[in-house]
Each structure stands twice: as structure tokens, then as C-alpha cells.
């Protein structure tokens, strides 16, 4: 019998990483990467009611309303690739509430990976955060920079990556992390950070491993 897809949460202050790990893990586990910050920046792109409202509150580093994010996810959650391939959540849930619907929606994940990082860091990177809107790729100016002049002259950053709004991201963060963590305290897996993206993934993919050969061994043992 098929074993079930992985299904992955993952969470952490802003900047500490979650979008860069999230590149890495699907590159090598092949899941639908579902990051709530980037379904809500494509409802504002497209001009929608929520998305206008979403920015609201995006602007000022607070969480956008559950009744906007709560059916966002769990509607993207549910589309035949997550459900085939499995998933990888960043930046869901951020609130008790926001894991108790998950949880009511029957989303269950295997392994909560939590990325802590000091929070003097996490400005730096915020400030010198750049996306590629071709690739959807993240660099960072002094720590991943652009590989050609091209791609150099086409990045962009986000409205909300001032030093003033990841303060405000970062107060929304430190009010909610005990709760999320409380939920999902038995799976949860806390990495360091503060490293070399590659010696972060490294010990994210060492533990994916172990969980799939565990996931195996019990499977074969039935
Ligand atoms: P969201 O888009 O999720 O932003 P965030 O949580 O603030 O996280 P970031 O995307 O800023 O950072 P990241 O951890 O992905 O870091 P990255 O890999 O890019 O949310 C935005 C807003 O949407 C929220 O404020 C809220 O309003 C709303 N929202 C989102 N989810 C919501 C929810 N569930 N409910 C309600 N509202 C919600 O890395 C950052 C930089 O550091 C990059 O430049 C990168 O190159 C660099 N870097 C990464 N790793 C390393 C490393 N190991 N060493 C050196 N540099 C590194």
C-alpha cells in the first residue's frame, strides 16, 4: 500500500526564513508549497475586495481576519495537488483560532518545524530581502545575491520590508507563537536559524528522513 504524502507546517518570526527552507524542501520532496503570506499578496494583486482589505491590515504587520485566510488556505489545502502530492504550510496557522480550524477541517500535519532565529537578525534580513517576480525567488543582497546582472535589475521588494513594519510583524509574531506551540507541541521540531541556509536545510532534510524511514518501518511492521 502507497504511504500517505508528507504533510508539513512550518513556522517562525518574519524573516527567519520559512520562504527560503520552503524552496529547499520542495525542491528535494516534491510538495505543494502553500504560504499564506503569498496566497494573500495574490488577492491583492488581483484587485479583489478582500485583497484590499487583507492590505490593510498587511500594512500595518497585523494578521489579516480569519474569515479572509481561514477558507483561503483550507480551499487550497484541498485542491487534488496537495491532497496527491502532499503540502508544506508557511506561515499558517498564526493564531489559536487559526489552528483550531485547521484542526476542525481535519488537516492534520506529520511534523511542525519551528525556525528560531535572535530577533536583531531578523531586521537585517528583512531590509535586504529581494524577490526575482519571474522566478519567485527569494536573495538577499549580502547573503544570496543575484547570480547575474539581469536578474539583478529585475528584483523587487515587499511593501511591508521596512525596518518600522517588521517591528510591528515581529510584536504580531511574539503575541501569538505560545499559542500556535502549544498545539502542536508533540511534532514540533525547532531548528536553528541563525546559519547557512544549506546547514538549516540540512537539519530540516535529516529529520524528513528519519520521519519517512519511521513512517516505513511501522507501515512494514503491520
Ligand atoms: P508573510 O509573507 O508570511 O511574511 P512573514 O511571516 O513576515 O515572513 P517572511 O516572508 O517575511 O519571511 P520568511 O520567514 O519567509 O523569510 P525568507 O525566507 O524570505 O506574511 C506577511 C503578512 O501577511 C503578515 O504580516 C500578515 O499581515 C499576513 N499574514 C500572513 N499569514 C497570515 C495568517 N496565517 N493569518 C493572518 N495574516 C497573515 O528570508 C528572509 C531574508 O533572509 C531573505 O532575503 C533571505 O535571502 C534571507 N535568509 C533566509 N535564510 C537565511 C539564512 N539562513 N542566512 C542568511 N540569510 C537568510
Redesign the pocket.
Known amino acids: 500500500k502507497a504511504e500517505p504524502p508528507l504533510r508539513i507546517m512550518i513556522s517562525?518570526?518574519?524573516?527567519?526564513?520559512?520562504?527560503?527552507?520552503?524552496?529547499l524542501i520542495t525542491k528535494k520532496y516534491d510538495l505543494v508549497h502553500i504560504?499564506?503570506?503569498?496566497l494573500?499578496?495574490a488577492e491583492i494583486a488581483s484587485g479583489s475586495e478582500n485583497g484590499k482589505r487583507?492590505k490593510e491590515?498587511?500594512e500595518?504587520?497585523?494578521?489579516?481576519?480569519?474569515e479572509?485566510?481561514v477558507m483561503m488556505?483550507k480551499d487550497r489545502l484541498l485542491q487534488s495537488d496537495s491532497q496527491e502530492k502532499g503540502w508544506l504550510l508557511?506561515?499558517?496557522?498564526?493564531?489559536m483560532s487559526?489552528a483550531t480550524a485547521l484542526k476542525g477541517y481535519g488537516f492534520q500535519p506529520d511534523i511542525f518545524i519551528v525556525?528560531e532565529?535572535p530577533e536583531d537578525?531578523l531586521v537585517e534580513?528583512?531590509v535586504?530581502?529581494?524577490l526575482d517576480p519571474v522566478t519567485g525567488k527569494?536573495?538577499?543582497?549580502?547573503?544570496?545575491p543575484p547570480e547575474t546582472e539581469e536578474i539583478a535589475a529585475r528584483l523587487t521588494q515587499?511593501f511591508?520590508?521596512t525596518e518600522e513594519k517588521?517591528k510591528?510583524?515581529l510584536q504580531?509574531?511574539n503575541q501569538n507563537v505560545e499559542d500556535v506551540l502549544s498545539m502542536y507541541e508533540d511534532i514540533t521540531l525547532k531548528v536553528k536559524?541563525?546559519?547557512?541556509?544549506e546547514?538549516?536545510f540540512a537539519e530540516i532534510d535529516n529529520a524528513l528522513s528519519k520521519l519517512l524511514e519511521s513512517r516505513k518501518a511501522t507501515s512494514e511492521s503491520l
Open positions: 517562525g518570526a518574519p524573516a527567519s526564513g520559512k520562504g527560503t527552507q520552503c524552496e504560504a499564506a503570506g503569498d494573500l499578496r487583507a491590515y498587511m500595518k504587520g497585523q494578521l489579516v481576519p480569519d479572509i485566510v488556505v508557511d506561515g499558517y496557522p498564526r493564531s487559526q525556525l532565529v537578525i534580513r528583512v535586504g530581502r529581494r527569494i536573495y538577499h543582497l549580502t547573503y544570496s515587499r511591508d520590508d517588521v510591528l510583524r504580531t509574531h536559524g541563525n546559519a547557512p541556509k546547514e538549516v
